[in-house]
């Protein structure tokens, strides 16, 4: 079974820093990589996917993410961070297809920028 | 567009009382799934449905039962809701997992069970 680790619980930095959040995952074959952000109260936004092809990935916002199969990992980066950026954000991995699919999420890295 | 509605928003059980928390989605997806979200802990899946006709269990099923309805709806049933149910429920939808596509989600269900 696939399983996503997010190893930091809480980030702080600011404004105008530079960010990366790290996602590790564990499955047997190529899976599917997504980076959700959610906002206080909030549903699930999609920042950006991973499906095959190039493994720097942009997403909204100014987001962007590389998979490294030799690493496990699909890390979160953003040149500069704005205060909007605070949120949570959850790493996800979906496997398999048909019945067998389904889609895991990490525990998920709460951002807090400083101004 | 609707996308993934959820119903309802906000509701208060008593221990032992059942309820049927409702997901719809307009998309025409194959799949859907039910998540709770409890601090600390991320998102963790109920049940699912890869497909109208089937449901398999996530990684926490116990205290919950489901039905795929039909295509549009996959609702989630809580038959005596205990304490430990208190969460936020978001159900979620892709057109195919192996597609390259994303998930929608609703905007949660917060259920409080006293």
């Known amino acids: ?115 | 567009n609707a996308g993934v509605t959820q119903t309802p928003k906000f509701q208060v059980l008593k221990t032992g009382q059942s309820m049927t928390l409702q997901c719809a989605q307009d998309m025409n997806h194959n799949s859907m799934y039910w998540y709770r979200q409890d601090p600390g802990m991320g998102l963790r899946l109920i049940y699912y449905s890869a497909s109208e006709g089937t449901t398999d269990k996530g990684e926490v099923p116990n205290g919950y039962n489901v039905s795929r309805l039909n295509k549009r709806e996959f609702s989630l049933r809580l038959e005596s809701a205990a304490p430990s149910q208190t969460s936020v429920y978001f159900c979620a939808s892709i057109r195919a997992l192996f597609a390259n596509t994303e998930a929608f989600f609703g905007q949660g269900t917060r259920l409080t069970v006293v």
Do not use: M
């Open chain 1, 1 to 115: 079974a696939q399983s996503v680790t997010q190893p930091d619980i809480h980030i702080t930095v600011s404004e105008g820093a530079s960010l990366e959040l790290r996602c590790n995952y564990s499955y047997g074959a190529t899976p599917y990589l997504f980076w959700y952000v959610q906002s206080p109260g909030q549903g699930l936004q999609l920042l950006l996917k991973y499906f095959s092809g190039d493994t720097l990935v942009q997403g909204i916002k100014g987001f962007e993410a590389e998979f490294k199969r030799s690493q496990s990992s699909f890390n979160l980066r953003k040149p500069s961070v704005h205060w909007s950026d605070a949120a949570e954000y959850f790493c996800a991995v979906g496997a398999g297809g048909g019945s067998q699919g389904n889609l895991i999420f990490g525990k998920g890295t709460k951002l807090s920028v400083k101004p």
